[in-house]
Each structure stands twice: as structure tokens, then as C-alpha cells.
């Protein structure tokens, strides 16, 4: 569990949304690289309010169908992508 105890309803660690900062320093890449990641369809996100924010399902699907592919630039996430999506 995550969040303020005191509260009347702790957020599982399931459910709790990831800002791209958080992310970016989970993955270990700058934050505009997670937008570049969104932009291309790689790494699904959510947009509340002004802010994009991260599931925890999301990310570990972007773990799971990206791994060993080469995600360095946004021509190199593309190809990427088009070669997850053809897999399905």
C-alpha cells in the first residue's frame, strides 16, 4: 500500500497512477524521453487534468513487450512499435 495511512482509504500499489518524472526515473531516461515513449504508442498513459499520468499495468506491459528492443530515438520507437504490434 501507498499513500497517507491516516487516510481513510490507502491507495493500493496496483492502483496508484506515476507521474513521467516517476517513470522516467523508474526507467532510468529523462522525462521527455517517456513522452516520446507515449507519442509513439509504446507506453500507454492517461491524460487527467493538465497532467499525464502512468499505471502500474502499463508500465509493466511496456517492460514485458519491449524487452530487447531498441527504443533509443523516436525513429527507433516506431520501428519498435510496429514490430510489437505485428506480434499480436
Not at 4 to 29: H, Q
Not at 50 to 61: G, L, N
Amino acid at each position: 500500500m501507498t499513500g497517507d495511512m491516516e487516510k481513510k482509504y490507502p491507495i493500493p500499489s496496483d492502483v496508484r497512477m506515476y507521474t513521467r518524472e516517476e517513470v522516467a526515473e523508474m526507467i532510468e531516461c529523462h522525462k521527455d524521453h517517456v513522452v516520446m515513449l507515449s507519442e509513439v504508442g509504446c507506453l500507454s498513459c492517461i491524460r487527467i487534468g493538465k497532467r499525464y499520468m502512468y499505471s502500474y499495468e502499463a508500465i509493466k506491459k511496456f517492460q514485458h513487450d519491449y524487452e530487447g528492443v531498441n527504443l533509443s530515438n523516436r525513429v527507433k520507437a516506431l520501428e519498435a512499435y510496429r514490430i510489437v504490434e505485428s506480434r499480436k
